[in-house]
């Protein structure tokens, strides 16, 4: 009787650590980065740049995101844990050039990144926790270097047509991994690169194949706009 109420407490507490998102319940992480170009000629989104002035023409970090081999992913899993700036005090002005915030009212970051990790940070702190967390987005940045892949096989930045083919070709060439490209459309409904999609496995520590892409498609021609 003692050995079942302890199974039937493990069991428990395990359902309870799962609800929470505490438990390591999911099964890869999206890696993704937005081309600001993109982001600020939409129409969608208003565009307003960080108070330090217009970020650099680069790619950067929109976030770091468990997923599910299914297409779902957990969000908000631990309300207890918010973010709290000084847990990366040593990153920030790293995160301030790689990982601003274009939204608007224009703001240092803070706010996109508490986002950021409360809604899904939060669901992998079973193996990352704040910190690390923030750091191994800043590193898969610094590793996968879009921006310089697309150039180097000419696809730039100039307002241009070039191919989706084309571009994930690149992108494999320059990281080793197959990406998934996101697009959206500028005001004049012209469909352009909008953001990239790497995978990480579940530990956070290897970039993997994707085993599963988001919906929805580019065009096989996109605007690869300035910024």
Not at 144 to 156: E, W, Y
Not at 171 to 188: A, H, L, V
């Amino acid at each position: 009787m003692k050995f079942k109420c302890l199974a039937l407490i493990n069991l428990l507490l395990l359902q309870y650590l799962a609800i929470l998102g505490i438990s390591k319940g999911f099964d890869f992480f999206y890696f993704v980065q937005q081309w600001p170009g993109s982001y600020c000629d939409s129409g969608k989104f208003s565009c307003c740049y960080p108070p330090t002035g217009k970020p650099t023409a680069d790619f950067s970090i929109h976030g770091l995101w468990p997923n599910y081999i299914n297409g779902s992913y957990p969000q908000n899993c631990d309300p207890s844990n918010p973010f709290n700036e000084s847990e990366i005090s040593d990153l920030i002005s790293s995160m301030r050039m790689n990982w601003p915030s274009l939204a608007c009212p224009s703001s240092s970051g803070e706010s996109f990144w508490s986002h950021e990790w409360e809604k899904h940070g939060t669901c992998s702190e079973s193996v990352l926790d704040q910190h690390t967390y923030f750091r191994t987005a800043l590193s898969l940045r610094q590793q996968t270097k879009f921006l310089q892949s697309l150039t180097g096989a000419g696809i730039n930045p100039d307002g241009g047509s070039y191919s989706v083919e084309n571009i994930k070709d690149a992108i494999k060439e320059g990281t080793g991994y197959t990406p998934w490209i996101e697009c959206n459309e500028d005001s004049s409904g012209n469909s352009q690169l909008y953001q990239v999609y790497l995978c990480l496995d579940s530990s956070g520590s290897n970039l993997i194949e994707c085993p599963v892409f988001p919906q929805g498609e580019c065009s096989s021609e996109i605007e690869f706009p300035t910024f």
